[in-house]
């Protein structure tokens, strides 16, 4: 099957720690985004790639870091400066319009 | 850089009801328009999207939407909701060509009771 997958579902963290969120895709898509959700904020984009080994910052890519090293694989990386780190995480690809979003990952920092 | 409002952050209504959630953007070019759907513990869906051409776009499940350049909307709407319909509904833009990708609204709960 064709997809995005996002692992862990679930993730814990301490305060302090950096931790990365994993995404792989097998669709072939070249370009590729990582989405934060927030209750009544809706998704607010991060950092997205268009191809291997180039990425942008988005709206809110303080505290976050990514890297592209292969096509079907685009990491998140949330850092200890990131000062609301606690959200759900989505990642998603895309070949032409619209996109496909894997299952996310739900951060929880305490 | 472009935004979008979805002013109904709740919506409640009865099966058999018409729905119809607000959507406006504003930017001052040319977009793409997009609804997604995010149904219980699901991924986020398209549920439909608006190019060029036509500008009321069918979607899955019955639903639709109508982009009103001037009004600068695109609002999603579905004659008769069902139970299943209940979800959460995200309206998204982003600016023609544009590989950025999409600005989100804050979405829309949509709970359908039956």
């Known amino acids: 099957d064709g997809g995005i997958t996002q692992s862990p579902k679930y993730l814990f963290r301490k305060e302090g720690q950096n931790v990365t969120l994993s995404c792989e895709q097998n669709?072939?898509?070249?370009?590729m985004y990582w989405y934060r959700q927030d209750p009544g904020q809706g998704l607010r984009l991060i950092y997205y790639?268009?191809?291997?080994?180039?990425?942008q910052k988005g709206d809110i890519a303080e505290g976050y870091s990514v890297s592209r090293e292969k096509k079907e694989s685009f990491p998140l990386t949330v850092t200890s400066a990131q000062k609301n780190p606690t959200a759900f995480y989505l990642c998603?690809?895309?070949?032409?319009?619209?996109?496909?979003f894997g299952p996310g990952t739900r951060l929880t920092v305490t | 850089a472009q935004s979008v409002s979805q002013h109904n952050h709740h919506v409640i209504l009865s099966e058999a009801a018409s729905l119809e959630l607000g959507c406006n953007y504003s930017?001052?070019?040319?977009?793409?328009l997009f609804w997604y759907v995010q149904y219980p513990g699901q991924h986020l869906q398209l549920l439909l999207k608006?190019?060029?051409?036509?500008?009321l776009v069918k979607g899955i499940k019955g639903f639709e939407a109508e982009f009103i350049k001037s009004k600068f909307s695109f609002n999603l709407r579905k004659p008769s909701v069902q139970w299943s319909d209940t979800a959460e509904y995200f309206c998204?833009?982003?600016?023609?060509?544009?590989?950025?990708?999409?600005?989100f609204g804050s979405g829309t709960q949509l709970t359908v009771l039956p």
């Open positions: 998603a690809s895309s070949l032409k319009g619209g996109l496909f």
């Open positions: 998204a833009v982003t600016p023609s060509g544009s590989a950025r990708q999409l600005t």
């Open positions: 790639s268009q191809i291997v080994n180039d990425f």
């Open positions: 608006y190019f060029s051409g036509d500008p």
């Open positions: 669709l072939n898509h070249d370009a």
């Open positions: 930017y001052g070019g040319t977009v793409n």
